[in-house]
């Protein structure tokens, strides 16, 4: 009962509980960064779209948390300089939204990000990265003994390189996903002076020391909509009330589902699974709809609000100053009748990794799978800004989530079993509720 692939590449929004804007309690006062203070100016004379560059940074440092938090990587103001100085009047539309991935990367936040999609063209390979080596994969989705080396003539690692340039990574799951998707990609490939043509690559592989090299097409993969966004849910083995939560999404098909579980539950039901791999997120309270059809009830997370134009135009907040909540992880309660477990892999991402770090830290259960590629503790409820000269959006957190247990694994959410790649969580988690 495998999963299909999902790969994350679209920035989710993150629409979670207790983040009202009209409660001013915590709240004090820094000032925005706006278009008339930051600094920025842009003259007719300049190329078209260094003006938006321009507007993004102010935006930018006038939204995002990190900015008055202190979180700023040491390399950022380099970065916002070579993003300014490398918009000439010969940038396409293409190339600048190229420019802005590989800007915003810095801030290692995966809900900050641009809409504006890749080239669809990837390599007919599956591959998986594990460290700074690619290897082939078996059927099953294990790592084979095939170690890819060189696509069109570049070194493995130069290319990953490329890829953590313009795809954040937040922790090593989230970068061993990105090197696995995009180093076969069309584009990345070209960025990183790969010798290849549009139709395919010549791909060195290497197995016990003797290498061979062969011709591997391009085909186009729709990797946004790979997967369908629902829910489902079925009794496996009579004792088992068994949910696929494909996305966080707080509906009416949620609401039904979430129904039934409360009826199974109270019919007698004691053993729960809750599946989100492959789940990118979405709304939070979701996953606080199917702990409470359980008689549970999550941790509560910490969270930094922080205020500015962009979110008053949108939220109806202040326009600047910020609201905090501490981590509560007392909060949680546990329904010691009913033994429940989540699934969990690398794209799990969003809201989804908050059910299982709900699940975690509030003690309600087991965690089994992967580690996650967004970090438990992470930036996330994105505003979505569109550029104006340009019309490229983007999309810009104005929220900092802290994980309910604080000594726990800030980066890493590590399941409480750990599966091995190529094997079925699900089935896994079967033979331990047993």
């Not at 190339?95 to 641009?114: C, N, P, S, W």
């Not at 700074?132 to 070194?155: A, C, Q, Y």
């Not at 007698?268 to 979701?286: E, L, Q």
Request: charged share 25%.
């Amino acid at each position: 009962m495998q999963k299909a692939i999902l790969t994350i590449l679209t920035v989710m929004a993150v629409t979670l509980f207790n983040t009202g804007c009209s409660d001013l309690r915590n709240e004090t006062q820094t000032g925005a960064v706006t278009a008339e203070n930051s600094g920025y100016s842009a003259s007719s004379r300049e190329p078209a779209y260094l003006a938006d560059a321009y507007e993004l940074i102010s935006v930018l440092e006038g939204t995002h948390p990190a900015f008055v938090l202190g979180d700023i990587p040491d390399g950022y103001e380099q970065e916002k300089q070579e993003f300014i100085d490398l918009v000439t009047k010969d940038t396409t539309k293409e190339e600048f939204a190229l420019l802005i991935r590989k800007y915003l990367a810095v801030l290692k936040d995966a809900h900050t990000g641009v809409y504006t999609g890749s080239s669809t063209l990837f390599l007919d390979m599956d591959c998986w990265a594990a460290g700074n080596e690619m290897f082939l994969l078996n059927k099953d989705g294990s790592l084979s003994e095939d170690r890819v080396t060189h696509i069109g003539g570049v070194p493995v690692s130069r290319i990953f390189e490329i890829v953590e340039d313009y795809f954040v990574a937040e922790n090593d799951a989230a970068r061993e996903l990105n090197n696995s998707t995009w180093a076969l990609n069309h584009d990345v490939l070209e960025l990183a002076g790969c010798e290849i043509t549009n139709d395919s690559a010549v791909v060195t592989i290497e197995r016990e020391s003797m290498a061979n090299t062969k011709n591997v097409k391009f085909v186009s993969k729709d990797i946004y909509r790979s997967y369908p966004y629902k829910v489902s849910s079925q009794r496996i083995g009579g004792d088992i009330f068994y949910i696929d939560l494909n996305a966080c999404q707080d509906d009416k098909d949620l609401k039904e589902h979430a129904k039934r579980l409360k009826d199974a539950v109270k019919n007698g039901i004691t053993k729960v699974i809750i599946d989100v791999r492959d789940n990118s997120g979405g709304n939070s309270m979701a996953c606080v709809r199917l702990l409470n059809a359980m008689g549970m009830e999550p941790p509560g997370y910490g969270c930094f609000i922080r205020y500015s134009e962009l979110a008053r135009k949108i939220h109806r907040c202040p326009s600047e100053g910020h609201k905090q909540y501490d981590p509560d992880r007392a909060r949680a309660r546990k329904n010691e009748k009913i033994e429940l477990v989540v699934l969990a892999n690398e794209r799990t991402f969003s809201s989804a990794t908050m059910m299982a770090v709900f699940v975690q830290d509030g003690g309600l259960g087991t965690v089994i799978g992967r580690p996650s590629s967004n970090s438990p503790s992470n930036y996330g409820d994105v505003l979505p800004y569109k550029l104006p000269v340009s019309g490229i959006e983007v999309a810009i957190s104005y929220k900092r989530w802290l994980r309910p247990d604080t000594e726990a694994d800030q980066k890493v959410l590590w399941p409480d079993i750990v599966t091995d790649r190529g094997e079925d969580a699900l089935k896994r988690a079967i033979e331990y509720l047993s």
